[in-house]
């Protein structure tokens, strides 16, 4: 599954066009435009602000998700600054209390080095760095991360590709899990990592239209953990809609197609106002 996200990311690169011919067609146009994904990272930055509700199932608990998914500020097209403030809510299944507050916050520094308006192309890297703002007693966070990161982009008339891939690395100690039974020594989880891949393909019939797709994947490499080394694959189909000039509403349906799974499915909903 690794291979066939590393080959749509090589495949949305490879179909941009030669940097000779498309360094003269850029200058008759104007800019990038790709539309909004769901998941999968955009690969040009952007000003705008945006708001995000998930309503996720799992067979330990249901989950709810609201706040900033990205308020970002591009003060030249090529680099951007995007600050992500996530809230939200645990309804265990068991005995246990739900519990609410704010998860942890991010901040993503996103840098283009090629984009090529004449050929609706980009490809962009950065760094995604997350702080223990959430409580990781209550299970709402409490990491400190650091994620790295690549972002491509292609448009293809009504058609387009973006896909994304990351690595994030967990760099604080996790907090020691107390023991079932008195006099056995707590035990301190390892430290989390792992890869996260996205390919996204989107048809717009019409202007204010599109229909999105996405293939995600997330695959975890610490120890301890059942669902270690294993690919969870999901697939999410969206809409997404342009109400008025700088507005976009979209939602999709997280559904996984492996055993492996964090989550039966989720629920998406975004709205995004770009300036």
Request: proline fraction near 9%; avoid cysteine.
């Amino acid at each position: 599954m690794r291979r066939l996200f590393v080959v749509g990311l090589v495949l949305v690169v490879g179909v941009g066009p030669s940097p000779a011919r498309a360094s003269e067609e850029a200058k008759n146009a104007e800019e990038v435009s790709l539309p909004p994904t769901l998941i999968t990272e955009g690969a040009t930055p952007a000003t705008e602000l945006e708001a995000t509700f998930t309503m996720a199932k799992s067979e330990a608990e249901r989950g709810y998700g609201f706040g900033f998914s990205s308020i970002q500020y591009a003060p030249i097209p090529s680099f951007g600054l995007k600050l992500i403030v996530p809230f939200a809510v645990r309804d265990p299944r068991d005995s246990e209390p739900t519990v609410a507050g704010i998860g942890d916050v991010s901040v993503m520094a996103k840098y283009a080095p090629v984009l090529l308006p004449a050929q609706q192309f980009a490809l962009s890297g950065g760094v995604t760095v997350t702080f223990p703002t959430g409580s990781e007693r209550r299970e709402l966070g409490g990491q400190f991360a650091v994620a790295p990161f690549l972002a491509a982009g292609k448009g293809l008339g009504p058609f387009s590709l973006q896909a994304d891939v990351a690595y994030r690395w967990q760099l604080n100690r996790p907090r020691p899990v107390e023991p079932e039974e008195e006099g056995e020594e707590p035990v301190r989880p390892h430290k989390e990592h792992g890869v996260t891949a996205n390919l996204t393909s989107t048809y717009s019939p019409l202007r204010w239209l599109a229909l999105l797709l996405e293939l995600n994947s997330v695959t975890l490499l610490h120890r301890g953990d059942p669902l270690s080394e294993r690919v969870q694959l999901y697939l999410t189909p969206g809409v997404s809609v342009e109400p008025a000039e700088g507005w976009n509403l979209r939602a999709g349906v997280h559904l996984p197609v492996t055993s492996a799974r964090e989550l039966d499915w989720s629920l998406i909903v975004i709205l995004t106002k770009g300036f």
